[in-house]
């Protein structure tokens, strides 16, 4: 997917879709913590950041990666690292 | 010390599903599961046939695990040995529902292995290491891939804190988390153990590794039903299969002071090596006759006690004829005296491999509680070694039949020549 060509909304959508298909969770707010909130352990978000970074075609530095912390978040950052 | 120890829980993951008295029934009634491998690229092998646990969700609850762990965060040889453990725990009442919590006060610990593992986790994580690149891998390989994440995931799904532990030894892993659980009985560490084995190693890398070794049938890809022949003189290998067997295994007085079902008591266990060879018994089955008469001195059983063995029998020409030399062996008085059989189950489920040992003693133990011996399927015409001076064992062919049994054994023997014989009484 072209993240550049994406609105935002439809670049979160693609995101909780990732995030339903490999892991089966839904109804995500665009704001929850994936700790605090919806409770993601460690590993599940290095998985995460590899289906995301495979949908998108992006490579995120790890640095940043540990500001995915919500859907909101990730779109900011995958937005940034696109240009 | 435990003075005796009982089964008061079974739980198995087969192809003829999970409930115990159909999978069971199936069995009794001749049926096979050995068809032609689906879904998986077998070209250039040469052998086609498995006994996989059809992908549906009549036979197995895939898509509950997927829920429970999903993206590939467990390997299938640990969520069949989860349904079994789970279905095993529910039997024995000691979860009330589905994920349910073992009671904390319990002294209850996991003794559950694998002879192979995440095998296909390490062919699928090699592929695209070649194609995607090194940093690729999914970050759930490790922990999916590792023998003992199944009794790690028993543990954590129903919060069993006692002692947990593995046991990898190729066929006979099953047995042989059986025969350690009930030590750590023995020993007064738990008086509940949570014991038995899960495997699936169908796939191209598991098949291509068999056939590399000449172990699996040849020449029934075209009548795959026929391709599992334990003891009979067309047999040309093993088929392989997949899924689990679990037992709790308890000290009787934990038993009686629970209120709780009780199949049988558990005897003992023989334990011997072949000290020979990689892959080959022994021909002359000493290997064999030493873990056999272990388990009867263990038992405190002689042999004409014994009333049925559940064979190992891999319908392999070396393994059969093995153990076969082993029975007569020991058990030629009673195989005169007509007073006792040996059958084999791996003619309709094949063969478990890691597994094997813990489903056949499954259905060893529901064969005795039920007073009902279990066939050796496709027994057209029994090999010479069948016969003990010209009389020929009861190998219970094709069809299950009523008997009266106080005494059973189950055998394993796997590659590493890692024997094992476990021996379960009336209660």
């Known amino acids: ?83 | 010390m435990a003075s005796k120890i009982v089964v008061t829980g079974l739980g198995w993951s087969t192809p003829f599903g999970c409930d115990l008295d159909q999978a069971f029934d199936a069995l009794f009634n001749g049926k096979t599961a050995t068809f032609r491998t689906q879904n998986i690229n077998l070209d250039g092998l040469y052998c086609q046939v498995s006994a996989q646990i059809p992908r549906n969700e009549a036979i197995f609850p895939f898509e509950k695990w997927q829920k429970e762990l999903p993206g590939n965060k467990a390997s299938m040889f640990t969520i069949f040995g989860l349904e079994a453990a789970e279905r095993a725990l529910l039997d024995a009442k000691l979860i009330d529902q589905e994920g349910g919590y073992v009671d904390q006060n319990l002294k209850i610990g996991v003794v559950v292995g694998s002879g192979i593992g995440g095998l296909e986790d390490h062919f699928n994580t090699s592929q695209v290491i070649l194609e995607k690149g090194a940093n690729r891998v999914s970050a759930f390989y490790v922990p999916a891939a590792l023998i003992n994440l199944l009794p790690g995931h028993i543990a954590i799904r129903h919060k069993i804190k006692g002692p947990n532990q593995s046991q990898v030894a190729a066929c006979s892993t099953g047995a042989i988390a059986i025969a350690d659980g009930a030590r750590m009985i023995v020993e007064g560490r738990c008086d509940i153990m949570v014991v038995g084995a899960g495997e699936a190693s169908i796939g191209r890398l598991g098949i291509a590794g068999f056939c590399a070794l000449r172990a699996l049938a040849s020449g029934y890809n075209d009548n795959p039903q026929q391709a599992s022949r334990p003891f009979d003189k067309k047999r040309s290998g093993f088929v392989m299969g997949e899924g689990a067997g679990i037992l709790i295994l308890e000290s009787e007085e934990s038993a009686k002071r629970r209120g709780a079902k009780i199949y049988c008591e558990y005897l003992g266990a023989g334990l011997s090596n072949d000290a020979y060879h990689m892959t080959s018994p022994c021909a002359d089955g000493a290997g064999a006759i030493a873990a056999i008469s272990d388990a009867l001195y263990w038992s405190k059983k002689t042999p004409n006690q014994v009333q049925y063995i559940n064979a190992h029998a891999t319908s392999t020409g070396l393994g059969d004829a093995a153990e076969m030399s082993a029975i007569k062996f020991i058990f030629g008085d009673c195989i005169e005296k007509n007073s006792f059989a040996v059958s084999s189950i791996k003619g309709a489920i094949g063969h478990m491999l890691g597994a094997a040992g813990s489903v056949e003693a499954v259905a060893t133990i529901l064969s005795l509680h039920k007073q009902k011996l279990l066939p050796t399927i496709n027994l057209e015409e029994p090999d010479e070694f069948a016969y003990h001076n010209d009389k020929l064992i009861n190998l219970v062919p094709n069809n299950g039949i009523e008997a009266s049994l106080d005494c059973v054994m189950s055998t394993s023997f796997g590659f590493g020549g890692h024997n094992v014989a476990l021996v379960f009484g009336r209660y």
């Not at chain 1, 913590?33 to 992006?58: A, N, P, Q």
């Open chain 1, 1 to 83: 997917m072209d993240i550049k060509n994406m609105q935002e909304a439809e670049l979160k959508a693609a995101i909780k879709k990732v995030m339903q298909d490999n892991f089966g969770l839904s109804d995500i707010a665009d704001d929850a913590d994936f700790i605090k909130d919806l409770k993601i352990d460690s590993i599940t978000r290095m998985e995460l950041l590899l289906k995301l970074e495979d949908e998108f075609g992006v490579r995120v530095e790890d640095n940043d990666a540990q500001n995915m912390l919500s859907v909101d978040a990730t779109a900011q950052l995958l937005k940034k690292i696109a240009g």
